[in-house]
Every structure is written in C-alpha cells, then in structure tokens.
C-alpha cells in the first residue's frame, strides 16, 4: 500500500478519532502491527492553533513516519494555511476530513456537511493540493457515502477527488445522517473502487480478521481503516495484518501481555497530558481495555474516582496480578 512516495507495512489503518487517536495511542498501534495512522482532526482556524489542545495534537516527537495529520474547516483558504502550518510541524501527509458526523462539527457546515455542496468540496481540495504541492506532501480524503440515504454521492466526490490529484480516499461505510447507527454498507465503497485508479480504504464496523477479509474481498478496496474498535483493543492491528497475509488467527493477548501494555501505555498517557490531566484522560482507555473482563464494573467505578497517576496505575497492576493468580489456581 502507497500513499504518494511513502510505502506502507500494511493496509490496515488507524481512524482518526478524537479524544482517541493521541500520539501515545498512535505509536501504540503502530508498535502492534497498524501499518499507518492518522492524527485527532486538527482546526484549521488559525485563532485555534495556540491553544494547549493544538499544541497536544502538534506534538509528533517519536512518532515514525509518514506522520498524517487530518485537517478540519470548510474555507478553502484557511485549510490552504492549516496543511501548511501542519507540514511545518512535521506532517508529511495532510488528511482532509469531510466525514466527521458530529452536531458540533456539521452545524458549522464542516465535516460530512461538506459532501452537500460538491463545488465547494471541489475548492478546498484544489486549494489544499496547492498548498501542499511545493513540499511535495501527498493529500488524502475522507468522506462518508453521502448526507443520507436519498444523496449517496460518494462516486462523484472520489471522482473529483482523484480528477484534482487526492493521493487515497478513505470511505466510512454510513451517511451522515446514520451517524454511527446500524450497519455499514459496503456496496457504495464497492462501486467507487470501480470507477477510479487512486487507493481506496474502506472503514466501518471493521471489528475482527474475518470482518477484515470479507470487506477488503466485497469491496476490492486497498486497505482497511479500523476505528472504534481498536479502543481498548489495540492488538487487532496485528491480528488483522497476520491474518490478511497468512490466513491464521493468531492467540488472543495473554494476561501478562495485557498488563504490560496497558501500563505501558498508561505511562506515556501521563508523560504526554501531565499528571492533572492525564489521570483523568487515561479512565476512558481503561475502561475500554477492562470492557473484556466480566466482572470488572467496581473496579472501574473505583479507578474512576482516583485522582493520582500513580496509584491509578498500582491499582491496575495489583488487579492484574490477582487475576493472574486466580488464573494459576483454577
């Protein structure tokens, strides 16, 4: 898999996901077998860029790349000046999203409220791709099929896409309107991949190595883009990649492992927001990880209300050491 001069270890993709994908959650699924990763979305108001959350979203120190970040707005301009801003800050792929169904986001007609005015989806493309041009940073889109189910556009957005020179399309299975309720279909994201030559990642309820296949074999599209299911399961990237290359299902995580992991990710959660932060940051991660063991709502209720980094993080350790034991004697 390609994405302008940079060849990828595999086709199976981070979503971006804000409050989610953090760079210590990105390093993490790439260390576990994702084979690219895109960054939270970033605003492209320049009034937004000094704000601690910007800087967070700005810091790609230790992160290997290419480094991708997703851009958000709906003035041509200004996303022109945030790809740049980004390039400067080490992003050596600019994502443009146009598929964010969030009230907060569609209200100012950002995000998949884009795809209801194509000739200005046109025009923040053509301005971003001109922007990007002279560092010869490729650009890529994400969009959903269309606002609802009456206006799936899908094929004509990637058309156009691929006619102004996007370098890879990403397609989440749903329209706007179906927010992230019921299936995604993949009948759309098919008919696209027919009709153009650029790469075409395709995203939605991706939950396991067989899902994986299926959509990759339904589709024909050229990579895979995992999102919500990788929270708390950042083992499914390399899941996934050895079943799509091997056609074995690889062992679930071991106790230890998991505890491993989530510690070590605990740790550079908290480097990366600060103790103040951080702790209080890191309990949406943790629940997530702990969502696979029944039995575990009062230790999650508890960590909840742990203010120190510390010992929200002992807490954990003993508890994995006491299942460990538990595990020994049964």
């Known amino acids: 898999m390609q994405i302008g001069p940079w060849q990828l270890p595999n086709n199976v993709f981070v979503a971006p996901m804000a409050g989610v994908t953090d760079r210590p959650f990105r390093r993490l699924c790439k260390r576990l077998g994702a084979g690219h990763a895109v960054s939270e979305m970033a605003a492209s108001n320049p009034e937004l860029w000094n704000t601690i959350k910007t800087a967070r979203r700005l810091d790609h120190r230790g992160e290997v790349d290419p480094i991708a970040v997703q ?28 598929g964010c169904p ?9 995000g998949s409220a884009l795809l209801r005015d194509e000739a200005l989806v046109a025009r923040i493309l053509e301005a971003v791709l ?7 940073v490729p650009v890529t889109l994400k969009i959903r099929t269309g606002w609802d189910a009456q206006s799936i556009n899908a094929p004509t957005i990637a058309k156009l896409a691929e006619s102004i020179g ?5 397609i989440h299975g749903r329209t706007r309107c ?28 991706i939950d396991s190595p067989q899902k994986a296949k299926q959509v990759l074999d339904y589709t024909g599209a050229d990579a895979i883009m ?3 299911a990788a929270q708390g399961n950042p083992w499914i990237f390399r899941e996934i990649a050895h079943y799509l290359s091997s056609g074995n299902l690889l062992p679930p995580p071991t106790l230890k492992e998991m505890k491993e992991v989530l510690l070590a990710h605990l740790e550079e959660h908290y480097h990366f927001y600060g ?10 991660h943790i629940g997530w990880y702990l969502s696979r063991f029944s039995g575990s709502d009062t230790l999650r209720r508890h960590l909840n209300t742990i203010e120190s980094c ?11 050491e006491q299942q460990a034991e538990l595990e020994l004697s049964a």
């Open 71 to 98: 851009i958000l707005g709906a003035d041509p301009e200004m996303m022109a000046q945030a790809a740049v801003f980004n390039i400067e800050k080490g992003a050596k792929i600019i994502d443009i999203n146009m």
């Open 102 to 110: 969030a009230k907060k986001v569609c209200k100012v007609a950002t």
């Open 130 to 136: 001109s922007a990007c041009q002279p560092y010869e």
């Open 166 to 170: 996007i370098s890879a399309l990403t």
């Open 178 to 205: 179906d927010f992230y309720q019921g299936q995604a279909e993949y009948k759309t994201i098919a008919a696209v991949k027919k009709i153009v030559k650029i790469p075409i990642i395709a995203n939605g309820d």
């Open 226 to 228: 995992i999102g919500r």
């Open 275 to 284: 103790a103040h932060t951080g702790v209080r940051t890191a309990r949406k």
């Open 310 to 320: 510390q010992q929200q993080s002992q807490v954990l350790a003993d508890w994995f």
